[in-house]
């Protein structure tokens, strides 16, 4: 029996958007987070690396992790055989490396040829730098407590930490959740701009209101952090693991002689806002916030930066709004995109409370991932609520 035309006509467009997803390695419930679950551990031939992220966070606490990484083993990464497993190797790889540079008062200014080379190769098959960012130390590094249950804060523990404890697992796990809850915002930007292609204003607003849920369960989450994150913690014993590379850069040995200088862990390496961002068509044209935003997708992995390359090649969900003279549709929009600055308003006061006012008479604050955080944020957070509609 035929399915009636608009039962038809929705069905296909479901079926676009899910292929769709799928070319850009988006998951339709779990977004830009890996699906299945990351791997928990690597081929045995990979074992010593397995053994010293679960020894990780004991040798720091003993002094001992530099001397454990300069007596690793060169095993070359090219016998890793998928994206799981490659994505695992740069969870661990990446964050030795911080932490090798990282754990003492005095940084070290090279990577030794043992780390350095394998990083090296897993970093070009994930396309990304070699150093710990975003994708490996949230998108992939969560399990599930209960394997069948959902991906939420109570269910999940992190794969790899750099000290542990429940304050560093709790500010990663939070982000991981955040991803999960902003997952179906991904599904109704495209459907917002499917109903943007072909008029339908029922369709457009839903998927706007959407998009608006979204974002406010991501800034619920936002709330939650200090309920096991103290920041004077954050402050001193995680952030420090996070920064990017001096300014006289670091020498990977055994790959080059040439000192890198690579940004550190930062939400702003996070698809998901800049996803929703593209499909709204707000833009960040300001040289306090654009290039830097720009400059955070090679940190992604590459087909999500491609999601957003192509979400910026539609037209976009405020231009539709535009052309229609809709209060039904000013309205919708406008609500999301107030919902959207108080997720970026929030996350500032989070990241002053957790950075800003952990200083003591130190100069040149700077956030997580290198970036000067206070002036980025209040920018990106001006040019959102610049895009609302009068």
Known sequence: MPLPAGQSSTLLIKSMITELLKRFSV??????????????????????????????????????????????????????????????????????????????????????????????????????????????????????????????????RTVQNFLGGQDEEWFFLTTVAIESLGAPALSAVLEGLEAAASSNNKNFVDAIERIGNAINNCTNVLDRIPEKCAPHIFYSQIRPFLAGWPEEGIIYEGVSDEPKVYIGGSAAQSSLLQSIDAAMGIFHPHADSGPFLKKMRKYMPPAHRKFIEYLETQLSLKKYVEQNESRELNDALNSCISTLDSFRKKHMQIVVHYILDQVKNEENVIGTGGTEFVTFLSRTRAETSENLIS
């Open 27 to 156: 998951d339709q419930e779990r977004g830009f987070l890996p699906n299945p679950d990351p791997l928990l551990a690597l081929h045995p031939q990979f074992e010593v690396w397995d053994e010293l992220g679960a020894e990780m966070p004991s040798l720091l606490a003993k002094g001992n992790f530099r001397s454990a990484v300069e007596n690793l083993p060169l095993i070359h990464a090219d016998k890793l055989k998928d994206d799981s497993e490659v994505d695992r190797a740069m969870l661990l790889l990446s964050m030795f490396a911080n932490a090798y540079i990282s754990c003492d008062p005095d940084p070290a200014r090279k990577i030794p040829l043992a780390l350095a080379v394998p990083l090296s190769e897993v970093a070009v098959r994930s396309g990304r730098p070699p150093i710990a960012s975003h994708a490996s130390i949230v998108l992939n590094n969560w399990r599930r407590v209960n394997p069948k249950g959902p991906i939420e804060l109570e269910n999940l």
